[in-house]
């Protein structure tokens, strides 16, 4: 989670909507991306939420740093699945060479345009050489606040491919695709898969 108060107090103040709209099961591109795994990697997952994704990721044989940027949706994760997940924002990461991947879905469409560079360079750090990153955007070249008033910022499949490469990532796929997001709106949406060189 990015430090927007806007949208760290609606997290904060809505975690029975989440627990109840989307923790019945895991992120639709998880199990492809885990597929890609060596067994037993580390993997820290960004934006944890309810901690649906990081009870999949255990249940399959990997080991999890489950974080959050909110403390509500840290005590549901570990409430509701044990996750051991632990309070930490997108721009509190500083790890280096730690993790074999990093799993960021849904979330990190809250951080500001003109940070988004900074967070990547960070999550390319706390990579080891090898290392895998999912992440999934909502698409577009703007930002707006919803009507939940969180912060949402859009990108475009060129910007993502050279914010990525400027990381130092090599990005395997920009995929599209259509889904409804928090808000029930439906949109358009870009994953990226990128390897740490």
């Known amino acids: 989670m990015s430090g927007d108060p806007e949208t760290l107090a609606h997290y904060e103040a809505s975690v029975p909507y989440y627990t109840l709209a989307f923790d019945r ?45 909110t403390q509500a949706m ?7 699945h044990g996750v051991g997940a632990r309070l930490m924002r997108f721009d509190e990461l ?10 960021a879905h849904a979330c990190l469409f809250h951080v500001p345009r003109t940070q988004l560079s900074e967070v990547l360079a960070a999550v390319h750090r706390a990579l080891r050489p090898g290392g ?27 910007e993502l491919a050279g914010l990525y490469a400027a990381a130092g990532f090599a990005v395997r796929e920009i995929a599209a695709w259509q889904g409804k997001g928090a808000d029930g ?13």
Request: charged residues 30%.
């Open 94 to 103: 500083a790890a280096a060479n730690a993790y074999d991947a990093v799993w």
């Open 25 to 69: 099961s895991h992120s639709r591109h998880l199990d492809a991306f885990l597929d890609s795994m060596p067994a037993g990697a580390h993997i820290l997952e960004l934006g944890c939420g309810t901690g649906r994704d990081a009870a999949r990721m255990i249940e399959r044989g990997f080991t999890v740093d489950a974080t959050d940027g």
């Open 74 to 80: 840290v005590l549901k994760a570990n409430e509701r």
């Open 132 to 158: 895998l990153h999912y992440a999934s955007f909502k698409q577009g070249e703007d930002e707006f606040r919803d009507d939940r008033g969180r912060l949402n910022s859009r990108n475009s499949s060129d």
């Open 185 to 197: 709106v439906m949109r358009d949406w870009l994953s990226v898969t990128a390897q740490k060189a």
